[in-house]
């Protein structure tokens, strides 16, 4: 037989990627279930910030015009969409250094949707995370206000900084080649931005120079906004990005995507081409 | 159509300072199996990651089926299946899961899917761990779901980096049963390996490669004889029966004495002649011996002969080069 012909050129239209991205997708949920502590560590870890944060620390901190219930739960729900960085970079981390990726490559088949399905993957684990604290919260006593308005703006503003911070987590997993490393240079940056971004505390009785970067940090644009959708009326402000946090948010998100899409597009390419 | 699977031309690439194929040039002809054999580091898996389109060569060029790797690679990839030294399967799903997964990427529906994956399983014996993570798998399970993996569409070309290294011996056999009936079938395959054994039992060709070089390319036969001819060994007992032996044969043949082996070894151009004559002058003298054979040189020989080492053992300041 000729091999040759046993092989017809392979395509690599739109809906081939489609198609590609799906069964890609559809890998990365299986592992879900199957790497429970991956899981986790979207779940475990604001599930014991809330409670020391509700019945540790919480009395001792007060906050005018608002419960702390309801100014806690908007910072854990910020807090838990900058920790996606972390999760999305060390699974891809550990993504890359699997052989599979190899011979994903190898296939004729369009190398963006081996990244897609890896961001999809992530984007819908950070989903089931985000749903599970939004249980517990309504559970110990969260009560959200939502107009209608209000609940679809919370909704695609969620969804934008879900898909910014998996884009900027996958290229940190690409760049970064040991999901340990990963996770020990996430927190080291983005645990500190947590805690300035106005999740626990407010900015304004922060020292100085914690006071400047909380207010341009991208985290507390992100808690502002949730803060300011789920309690109508209470506003943070301090700078121009907390007067108005949803612009600045989706500025920060938009900024977030124009440059990791093409750096982790760009890295995926070179590590073949190394 | 052209006839060669592969073609390299002064194929290099470098890793920093570190040359790890350096102006290589081999070919495999369509319809037959080449080995590329040579210890760890000499640049194998550099070189058949190349051939896949997962490197780029820093200069020369190679060919996969007339295709160029860099210009054409998108191509490249319809024509070649690579099996790699480390699983390229995702740990987190099943070795069935696994295969119906490449299957579908390879554009097949979701039934033809699950009846070539049943029938690779049937194949390769995964039977029996078909339903179990591939995290949870042997290293020889494992190997046998990625080979199976590399067969879903029958590949212009077949490459197997080093398919058996670390295998348990039952592993390894459905490896090799595989192999040869790929063979049968006329499949055109590349495989390294640093196993001699397997290179003389599996392959048509020998490239052997050190330290990214060609030192040598022939058939297992052509190597072997490129080292020489046929010899009589005589093992003796013990030592003193070694320095004694030494003493009697010296007076009568052209002997290489190999002390730490116990071993007087003759040179046997007559074959069975010159062994009745050594086996004669032995049993005359009364002298315990361990063992009188006649050997073939093996490829251990030619290795050894060729590179100045022997293959399998790191040539000094080898590097295993992985990227």
Known sequence: MSAVTGTAPRRTGPLEFVRDTLLLTGRSLRAIPRVPER?????????????????????????????????????????SLAFGVIGAGAATSADMAEGVIDRFRS????????????????????????AIIAVVGLALGWSPHVTPIHAIELVVLTVLALIAFTWCGVLFGMLVRSPDAVQGMGFIVIMPLTFMAGTFVPIAGMDAIPRAIAEWDPISALVATVRSLTTPGFHTGGSWQLDHPEIAM????????????????????????? | MTKSAVETASLTKRFGSFVAVSSLDFEVEVGTVVALLGPNGAGKTTIVRMLATLLRPDAGTARVAGYDVVRDAARVREL??????????????????????MARLRDRSSPAARRIADELIERLDVGPFRDRLVKNLS?????????AAGLIDRPHLLVLDEPTTGLDPRSRQVVWSTIRELVAEGVTLL??????????????RLVLIDHGRAVAAGTPAQLKTQVGQQRVDVVAADSAAYERLLGVLRGGFEITPLREQRTISVPAPDEAGDLARVAAAVSASGIGVDEIALRRPTLDDAFLALTGHIAGEPAPEAEEVAA
């Open chain 1, 39 to 79: 899981l986790l560590d979207v779940t475990i870890q604001p599930i014991m910030f809330i409670l020391l944060f509700l019945y540790v620390f919480g009395s001792a901190i007060h906050v005018s015009g608002i419960s702390y219930k309801d100014y806690l739960f908007p910072g854990i729900i910020g807090q």
């Open chain 1, 107 to 130: 296939m004729p088949i369009s190398r963006l949707s081996v990244i897609s399905g890896q961001v999809i993957g992530q984007f819908c684990e950070q989903v089931l995370g985000l």
């Open chain 1, 250 to 274: 989706a500025l920060w998100c938009m900024v977030l995507m124009a440059v990791c899409v093409p750096l982790a597009l760009r890295r995926f390419n070179r590590t073949l081409a190394q």
């Open chain 2, 80 to 101: 070649i299946s690579l099996t790699g030294q480390f699983a390229a399967l995702d740990k987190n799903l099943t070795a069935r899961e696994n295969l119906i997964l």
């Open chain 2, 139 to 147: 290293g020889g399970e494992r190997r046998r779901v990625d080979l």
């Open chain 2, 191 to 204: 495989l390294t390996t640093q196993y001699l054994e397997e290179a003389d039992a599996l392959a048509d």
